[in-house]
């Protein structure tokens, strides 16, 4: 339920309000608008009728249903688009584009420092890279882990770019939230359901990504599972989902855009390289993910992709992501953004 509150409220109307919803058995987030302020009230969706009686409160304006399944992720809830503090300086959801570039697996502390620098040189405002990876094959190289942590936080001392890095397993989110700026959900743990909830009581924003066969409807519920336990900092992340085709490893779907900013205000960001699988069509698929909207991309990029342990055929040389940083400044431009 949406419980409205007046215009021009006192801070005491509000907190009365917040411990009714909690005495109903309910958990209340509360959403400062512009003109007016809202209470989320979230919960057992059986008995919800009961918030019902919240509307003869002092300070309440009206109390309404939200109609959606998921909650906090709606627009319903938060008409305005979020903007994300990610780092001092660094926010997504705005006008500016945030561009997260690295390796897609953390190797050495050569390949980090290099490729760092030159994703920052480009113009690439957080470094990606992960140091626990979730492989298809349990023989394939499974990240350096909390070497590959230190080694972040090394590239990021050395550049002044924030990171984001994957978390795998629960039992790894305070770990992972030690070095990273950004914590990382991959494709493969949408629906880890115990995961979603532990990154929900952090302080750092998660990025959630699309499974592979993952509808947006169910998309949106994994995020409510991270913002019902509290953390708003959730930013989504469309990286392809498997259809048919075999050209490409999955297929972009870059209409999840506009479908995502219609129906929620977290910020959305497009990986071409996962969705693509070749380093050749990450640049048209940079541009297309600008054109439709998003607040941000997440590009794979390698000082030597040809020795990459993990998915080099998609990862885009730094000469390369130079010059499709130059493209994106005037797509973003045409799109009203900048970068
Ligand atoms: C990654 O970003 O390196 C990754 C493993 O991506 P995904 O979870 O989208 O497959
Ligand atoms: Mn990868």
């Known amino acids: 339920m949406i419980i409205v509150m007046k215009k021009g409220v006192s801070r005491e109307q509000l907190l009365e309000v917040k411990q009714r919803i909690r005495e109903l058995g309910y958990k209340p987030h509360v959403i400062h608008g512009e003109t007016r302020n809202v209470i989320g009230a979230v919960g057992d969706e059986r008995g919800k ?3 019902q009686a919240l509307e003869s409160m002092s300070g309440v304006e009206a109390v309404v249903p939200i109609l959606k399944p998921y909650k906090l992720a709606s627009r319903e ?7 994300i503090e990610l780092a001092p300086g660094v926010a997504i959801g ?8 690295g390796p897609c697996s953390v190797e050495s502390e050569e390949q980090l420092l290099e490729t760092a620098r030159a994703v920052k040189a480009a113009g690439a405002t957080v470094l990606r890279g992960g140091a626990f990876k979730p492989r298809t094959s349990p023989y394939a190289f499974q990240g350096l882990e909390e070497e590959g942590l230190k080694l972040l936080d090394l590239a ?15 039992r790894d989110v305070e770990l992972v939230a030690r070095y990273a700026d950004i914590l ?3 494709a493969r ?4 359901f115990p995961l979603l909830k532990l990154l929900g009581q952090q302080e750092k924003p998660v990025l959630l990504k699309r ?7 169910e998309f949106l519920m994994s995020a409510e599972y991270i913002l019902a336990e509290g953390n708003r900092k959730v930013i989504l992340c469309e990286r392809g989902i498997r259809t048919f085709e075999t050209a490409t490893r999955n297929t972009l779907d870059i209409s999840a855009v506009p479908v995502l900013k219609e129906h929620t205000h977290l910020p959305v960001v497009i990986d071409p390289s996962h969705a693509t699988g070749h380093a050749s069509l990450v640049p048209a698929m940079c541009y297309a993910g600008v ?7 997440l590009v794979e990029v390698h000082n030597n992709p040809e020795t990459a342990t993990c998915d080099g055929p998609q990862s885009l040389r730094p000469e390369d992501f130079a010059a499709t940083m130059e493209k994106i400044r005037q797509f973003a431009a045409v799109a009203g953004r900048t970068v």
């Open 189 to 192: 743990n949408i629906q880890n």
């Open 156 to 170: 990021r001392q050395a550049t002044g770019l924030p990171i984001i890095t994957e978390v795998v397993n629960p």
């Open 184 to 186: 990382q959900v991959g």
């Open 49 to 51: 009728s009961v918030l």
């Open 291 to 297: 054109a439709a909207g998003c607040d941000g991309l």
């Open 77 to 83: 809830i938060s008409p305005t688009s979020s903007v």
């Open 94 to 101: 705005g006008q500016k584009l945030v561009v997260m570039a």
């Open 211 to 217: 499974g592979m066969a993952t509808t947006i409807q």
